[in-house]
């Protein structure tokens, strides 16, 4: 039996997805790539943008013209959301929410044995248990994702997130620990901490075990080279915690502080908990603590109220604070969240112009930042070869940036050398092997 799997939006769910295919494996099946003919396919959803959930649809619908035979189990925040929706939709058998992915084995052979739909998607806002979806066995990878943590208690008036992850709840710091060592014994040399509010690990435990705690733990374990924080908020980084992980080694020096908006009114109506001012202060905290440190963000333009003078303020200040690279969004209205009900929503032309200026800003800070690395030379963890037979290697730096270099007869995948940054290709370095 074949198991493919699609896994739209965020770390998280790659890392489940990883999960669940492990079950699967346990179970004898074979998992095989999406585009191919398998008896069972699991989509792996994401709600986080009406675009989100139109690929869903769009990939069940592929799926069901691969094998019309096949069971289609459909799993995550989508489903959460909207599983009437979900369960309307042709072909799908299966619908499971956020919290319950690890039974996707059991629901899909019952699916298959008894060809009847199934539907169990459990509430979620008050549940704070953490679901354990544990991975034995890595899939050949150099960098691996581990999820500490999920849900989120903040309520953005944009994101339904909450809604679809439930409360914070985090995973045991022993359990965290036992991964992590699981890791360094498959060879991985770096890892990244992921969650839905990542800066809330810890909040649920009864030891109130912080991030930092669990990041002085995990910097004992051997084997393991990098570790790298996924997106965190940017009030995370108060002086204290600073003093306390600059003395980490381990710790790569790449944050990714979501800011969303570079204007304190519109933040204000975002529900963000943070000012442009405490967000630059906490940015130049880190420049001045993290040598080379990189520093990547998300912009929403076009958000509900946002006037000509709103934006241009938001442009100013992401030219002053120079960010590192910036990924950019336009506002998508999500039905059940306080934004989608706002008054004055910008037009599409308008968000269009506005994203494709900020994109244009973007260009210009990344090339500026990577400019200040030609010539020296920097670690990179090579990942995979570019193409099969290329002879060029890929890999990041730990500060995030993305080197193409030129390899030789011996097997550099998986390993942290020393490369020379020789010129700049787009949005990557070009390197040659130091010494």
């Not at 298959?112 to 509430?123: A, D, G, S």
């Not at 995030?400 to 390899?407: A, M, P, Q």
Request: some cysteine; proline content about 2%; glycine content about 6%.
């Amino acid at each position: 039996m074949k198991v493919a799997f699609a896994t739209l939006g965020c770390r998280v769910n790659q890392y489940e997805s990883e999960a669940m295919a492990e079950k699967f494996i346990r179970e004898g099946y074979e998992v095989v790539e999406y585009t191919e003919v398998a008896e069972v396919y699991v989509i792996n959803t994401c709600t986080v943008t009406n675009m989100g959930d139109k690929k869903s649809r769009q990939i069940i619908g592929r799926a069901r013209r691969l094998n019309p035979e096949a069971v289609i189990a459909v799993v995550g925040c989508y489903s959460q959301i909207a599983p009437n929706e979900v369960s309307n939709i042709e072909g799908v058998d299966v619908v499971l929410g956020t919290r319950n992915k690890g039974d996707i084995v059991y629901w899909v052979n019952r699916a298959r044995e008894e060809r009847t739909q199934f539907v169990n998607v459990n509430e979620v806002l008050k549940n704070n248990l953490f679901e354990d979806l544990n991975i034995e066995e890595y899939q050949d990878k150099t960098r691996a994702f581990l999820k500490i943590q999920d849900g989120c208690n903040r309520f953005c008036s944009y994101c339904l997130i909450p809604y679809a992850r439930g409360a914070v709840c985090s995973k045991e710091p022993g359990k965290v620990l036992d991964e992590v060592k699981k890791l360094a014994n498959h060879g991985f040399k770096e890892i990244i901490l992921s969650g839905i509010h990542t800066a809330s690990y810890g909040l649920d435990l009864k030891d109130k075990v912080t991030l930092v705690d669990l990041l002085e733990e995990i910097e004992k374990v051997k084997g393991i080279e990098r570790v790298r924080i996924g997106s965190i908020d940017p009030t995370f980084f108060t002086e204290d915690v600073v003093k306390r992980i600059i003395n980490l080694n381990k710790l790569c020096a790449h944050f990714h502080l979501s800011l969303q908006s570079g204007c304190d009114e519109t933040l204000k109506r975002m529900n963000r908990r943070y000012t442009t001012k405490d967000y630059e202060n906490i940015v130049n905290l880190l420049r001045n603590n993290f040598k080379d440190v990189s520093i990547t963000t998300d912009i929403i333009v076009g958000f509900p109220g946002e006037t000509e003078e709103e934006f241009n303020t938001t442009y100013e200040f992401l030219k002053s604070i120079k960010l590192s690279k910036m990924h950019i969004f336009k506002f998508s209205p999500r039905k059940g969240t306080k934004a989608a009900t706002m008054e004055n929503q910008v037009d599409g032309k308008i968000k269009e112009e506005r994203s494709n200026k900020i994109i244009e800003l973007n260009n210009a800070l990344e090339k500026e930042f990577m400019d200040r690395f030609l010539g020296k030379n920097l670690r990179v963890l090579y990942e995979k070869e570019t193409f099969v037979n290329s002879g060029e290697y890929e890999g990041y730096t730990e500060n995030y940036l993305r080197v193409v270099t030129k390899g030789n007869d011996n097997n550099i995948i998986g390993e942290i050398l020393d490369t020379k940054i020789i010129c700049i290709d787009k949005d990557q370095l070009i390197g040659a092997f130091a010494g």
